[in-house]
T-cell receptor
Framework: DAGVIQSPRHEVTEMGQEVTLRCKPI?????LFWYRQTMMRGLELLIY????????DSGMPEDRFSAKMPNASFSTLKIQPSEPRDSAVYFC??????????FGQGTRLTVV | KQEVTQIPAALSVPEGENLVLNCSFT??????LQWFRQDPGKGLTSLLL?????REQTSGRLNASLDKSSGRSTLYIAASQPGDSATYLC????????????FGAGTQVVVTP
């Protein structure tokens, strides 16, 4: 398996624009996580899915953030409208049940 | 609320020395604990996963121990090499919330030749 695949790897956008981050989890993994990493706050869990169903989105910072998982092989994290303080590295991860979690390479988002 | 702490925040050792990285957590009701490595500008690479029923896990030069009752885990890296330079993070998975992998802030390691 190619691992967790995220796209794009880098995204630079202007404040107010919509941003969509994409993730393909490892086949067979039934948990999918979205994390955000910043120097100030470290790794923060935004939302996680189990069998394509959102279980806990208490980490989503504001209504501007939304995440979907339409099927077992694809998830999106959308920010609309984006703000400079959203600049961070966004990671997607997946795991089989309570097993080992595997992370993607991340998307570095810069909002100017 | 589970708190995960890693001390020290940074560590520099000469090549060949053994590395000892510490991770502590406040709530012992965990399902498992996982150690990761992160290189600058890269994603997280899983190193070891220890289930709550286990005391330790080994992979090559890496050995991780878990003392759930005292809320501690230690990652040992034997005979360090410059290629071991990276940030090491531990994460716990709580019993009551399997999805919430809770991370420490990490220990930044530099191994000098």
């Amino acid at each position: 398996d190619a691992g967790v695949i995220q796209s794009p790897r880098h995204e630079v956008t202007e404040m107010g624009q919509e941003v969509t981050l994409r993730c393909k989890p490892i086949s067979g993994h039934d948990y999918l996580f979205w994390y955000r990493q910043t120097m100030m706050r470290g790794l923060e869990l935004l939302i996680y899915f189990n069998n394509n169903v959102p279980i806990d989105d208490s980490g989503m910072p504001e209504d501007r953030f939304s995440a979907k998982m339409p099927n077992a092989s694809f998830s999106t994290l959308k920010i609309q409208p984006s703000e400079p303080r959203d600049s961070a590295v966004y990671f997607c991860a997946s795991s089989p049940g309570t097993g080992e979690a595997f992370f993607g390479q991340g998307t570095r988002l810069t909002v100017v | 609320k589970q708190e995960v702490t890693q001390i020290p925040a940074a560590l520099s050792v000469p090549e060949g020395e053994n590395l000892v990285l510490n991770c502590s957590f406040t709530d012992s009701a965990i399902y498992n604990l996982q150690w990761f490595r992160q290189d600058p500008g890269k994603g997280l690479t899983s190193l070891l996963l220890i289930q709550s029923s286990q005391r330790e896990q080994t992979s090559g030069r890496l050995n991780a121990s878990l003392d759930k009752s005292s809320g501690r885990s230690t990652l040992y890296i034997a005979a360090s090499q410059p290629g071991d330079s990276a940030t090491y993070l531990c994460a716990v998975r709580p019993n009551d919330s399997w999805g919430k992998l809770q991370f420490g802030a990490g220990t930044q390691v530099v191994v000098t030749p």
